[in-house]
Every structure is written in structure tokens, then in C-alpha cells.
Nanobody, 123 residues
Framework: QVQLVESGGGLVQAGGSLRLSCAASGRTFSSYGMGWFRQAPGKEREFVAAINWSGGIIYYIDSVKGRFTISRDNAKNTAYLQMNSLKPEDTAVYYC????????????????WGQGTQVTVSS
């Protein structure tokens, strides 16, 4: 069992930056792939970024490439999402998720989810 707790969300102006953190419980964090998803009001939850257990495989959706960076620190049981050049369309609740298997952009492949943290980008 893994428990995930996101933090770092907030209100920021367009062009600003935020760093989200996802703290995981348990001693097997380093064996999980980690993903970040987001859900805007009235929309489906969408994939944002993923990183495998070692950090050697990383995926992003096209709309965040060059602006967002996913990373992890296995010694701290924490995954991160650094978000730069934020846009109003990035406004959403951001969720981190852990996958026992291979990371991908598919929600169904993630086994554990956090409660989410709100990110609001004003224009």
C-alpha cells in the first residue's frame, strides 16, 4: 500500500512558476513509476507527465513540453513537477499517481492516487 500526498499548489500569475511535490509513504517508493495528472472543471482527468523508477524514462503531453519538468528523489520518497511559464489553461487540480508496472499516460495503469492540489493561473 502506498499513500500519496501532494503539495505546492496555489494561485500564480501567468508566466509564473510552481513546484508540486508528491510525498509517498512506504519503503518501496523507488520501485514505482510516478505520474502527474490534472483535471480542470468540467473536463476529464488528463495525463501530464510520468517518470519511471530510475528517472531514465520520462513522458510529457505536448502542451507542457519545455515548460514542465518531472523528477523524483527516491531517498526522500518524493516526486516533483516543476511548472514554469504557466498559462491560464494549466489551471486544474493536479494529482500524483503511482504505478507498480510500466509508466504511461493511461490512468488505468496507475494503482495509487493522491487527493490532489489546486493550481490556479490568473491571466
Amino acid at each position: 500500500q502506498v499513500q500519496l500526498v501532494e503539495s505546492g499548489g496555489g494561485l500564480v500569475q501567468a508566466g509564473g512558476s510552481l513546484r508540486l511535490s508528491c510525498a509517498a509513504s512506504g519503503r518501496t517508493f523507488s520501485s514505482y513509476g510516478m505520474g502527474w495528472f490534472r483535471q480542470a472543471p468540467g473536463k476529464e482527468r488528463e495525463f501530464v507527465a510520468a517518470i519511471n523508477w530510475s528517472g531514465g524514462i520520462i513522458y510529457y503531453i505536448d502542451s507542457v513540453k519545455g515548460r514542465f519538468t518531472i523528477s523524483r528523489d527516491n531517498a526522500k520518497n518524493t516526486a516533483y513537477l516543476q511548472m514554469n511559464s504557466l498559462k491560464p489553461e494549466d489551471t486544474a487540480v493536479y494529482y500524483c499517481a503511482a504505478s507498480i508496472g510500466t509508466v504511461s499516460g493511461r490512468r488505468r495503469e496507475y494503482d495509487y492516487w493522491g487527493q490532489g492540489t489546486q493550481v490556479t493561473v490568473s491571466s
